[in-house]
């Protein structure tokens, strides 16, 4: 394969996406052969202590306690923004004055004005750039896809959506980041249901539109921060008002005539990460599960009769997208390679000079889903979308 060019790459944030996206830079070459190789050059946290543990836990080379310290750096090619949501803006927009290739964490932005900034900056600047919906790369929803355009189901009908966690059903648990609008933007809704939606758009198409509800069950939490993962500590003297939603319901229609329907909630008890969805078309249905993401559900009316059900297609073949980068048939991989398989396009959309899928097109999109659905639940109406 001989000596690959290297990409050089400062990330701005450390938790629990600054490891899974870590990883795959660590293990991307391992597994494929991509024309790039990245060199994990600076991370960045306001925390001294803790970006310097996460620095040579996760094996970069130097830290910084500055964001803008790194975007100034000339020794970085491409930001990586794994930060609080309200933070993404800011450090886009100047990483792409710098001529800095870009990606960032879901959802792109707290509002649409601030997307379309982005967006508007990426595109003055000609740099690279892509939002980290992961889920698109599991080989099974990628074999989905293929189905798909293959024309296997034909016209689709329905597109359902459930999204569930419980991570916050406990009143204990604390007024994080993740349920301050202000920071946030929003909670189950831009939290977990913005990969639906984008799993939506990738598989069925766009929105035409749409009408929602939305619940805030626990109003006032003790005031916490995150430790890591979804794990977090509080003060429970020190109340404060939780000012995002706990769970989303809508009703969708997309411009090619389908269905959809949508839910997104934290407080599902026993549903630790359960995102599946089903979509159903005139010559079949599919359905997925991350819990179970090697695995997809296929069901064709063609079928001879007596033998019409739904057939479990381990996508672990060859043929199956990017399972022949690893192991043998029915050898399991994981959450963690949804990761590979992102920075994969990333860098050779770099590396070809083109403009890989998703990017920040699909966050404004994804981002104007968002805020209609608010639009709805206040306003308790269907809602049009451009």
């Not at 060019?5 to 795959?24: D, E, L």
């Not at 269905?259 to 079949?284: D, M, P, Q």
């Not at 060859?318 to 048939?329: I, K, S």
Request: proline share 3%.
């Amino acid at each position: 394969m001989g000596v690959k060019q290297k990409v050089r790459v400062g990330m701005i944030g450390y938790q629990f996406m600054g490891k899974a996206h870590s990883h795959a830079y660590r293990d991307l070459n391992f597994y494929f052969d991509n024309p790039l190789e990245a060199e994990m050059v600076v991370i960045s946290g306001r925390n001294e202590e803790a970006v310097k543990e996460a620095q040579e836990t996760m094996g970069w080379q130097s830290y910084e306690t500055d964001w803008r310290k790194v975007i100034e750096r000339d020794d970085i090619d491409v930001i990586d923004i794994v930060t609080p949501n309200h933070t993404h803006a800011e450090i886009a927009i100047a990483a792409a004055e710098a001529g800095k290739h870009i990606i960032t964490e879901k959802p792109l932005a707290l509002t649409v004005d601030e997307a379309e900034r982005m967006l508007a900056a990426v595109e003055k600047n000609g740099v690279k750039h892509m939002i980290c919906h992961n889920y698109r790369f599991a080989p099974a929803v990628q074999y989905a896809k293929k189905l798909i355009e293959d024309g296997r189901i034909g016209r689709i009908y329905h597109w359902r959506a459930n999204y569930l966690q419980d991570f916050i059903m406990d009143p204990n648990f604390p007024l994080v980041w993740r349920l301050k609008k202000e920071v946030s933007g929003s909670g189950a809704l831009g939290d977990i249901g913005a990969h639906s939606l984008d799993l939506a758009r990738f598989l069925v198409g766009e929105f035409s539109e749409l009408t929602a509800t939305m619940e805030t069950f626990i109003k006032e939490r003790p005031i916490g921060e995150m430790t890591g993962g979804l794990s977090a500590k509080g003060d429970s003297s020190n109340m404060g008002e939780v000012t995002v939603d706990d769970a989303v319901t809508f009703i969708a229609r997309f411009k090619n005539g389908a269905l959809g329907t949508f839910e997104a909630t934290r407080f599902a008890g026993g549903n630790r990460n359960k995102n599946k969805f089903e979509i159903n078309g005139e010559k079949g249905s599919i359905r997925w599960d991350m819990e179970n993401m090697n695995n997809l559900e296929v069901y064709f009316s063609g079928d001879e009769e007596g033998l019409q059900g739904f057939r479990l297609i381990n996508c672990t073949e060859e043929v199956h997208p990017y399972a022949g980068a690893y192991w043998p048939p029915g050898h399991i991989i994981g959450y963690e390679h949804t990761f590979i398989h992102l920075i994969d396009e990333f860098l050779r959309g770099i590396h070809g000079n083109y403009q890989p899928s998703p990017n920040f097109v699909d966050g404004v999109r994804n981002q104007k889903v968002l805020e209609a659905v608010e639009k709805s639940a206040e306003e308790k109406r269907w809602i049009e979308l451009d």
